[in-house]
Nanobody
Framework: QVQFVESGGGLVQVGGSLRLSCVAS????????MGWFRQAPGKEREFVAA????????RYTDSVKGRFTISRDTAKNTVYLQMDSLKPEDTAVYFC?????????WGQGTQVTVSS
């Protein structure tokens, strides 16, 4: 069964940084575009960033451009999200998935809380 395991979340102050990691259970995902998504309390899950199979092309939602960087290490079957200059509005549970996302692939996510 396909599984993504997210980690790296935590509590950080405004302006701080965190690095999220997502390990995929199958190497078949090495050829797919992978994405990070987030869901804040009381809101729908939203797209944050995606990286193509080569790791050379990333795209971001406007609110995180210039602050977040997505990358991948194919050898480790891992996708990363470096988050800098964090803001309170970045507080959410962060998930990884293919992009576009597959409903059956959602994992538990990792909580990011930014305190002001």
């Amino acid at each position: 069964q396909v599984q993504f395991v997210e980690s790296g979340g935590g509590l950080v102050q405004v302006g701080g940084s965190l690095r999220l990691s997502c390990v995929a259970s199958e190497r078949t995902f090495a050829s797919l575009t992978m994405g990070w998504f987030r869901q804040a309390p009381g809101k729908e899950r939203e797209f944050v960033a995606a990286v193509n199979w080569s790791g050379l092309t990333g795209r971001y939602t406007d609110s995180v451009k210039g602050r977040f960087t997505i990358s991948r290490d194919t050898a480790k079957n891992t996708v990363y999200l470096q988050m800098d200059s964090l803001k309170p509005e970045d507080t959410a549970v962060y998930f990884c998935n293919t992009d576009p996302a597959e409903d059956s692939y959602w994992g538990q996510g990792t909580q990011v809380t930014v305190s002001s």
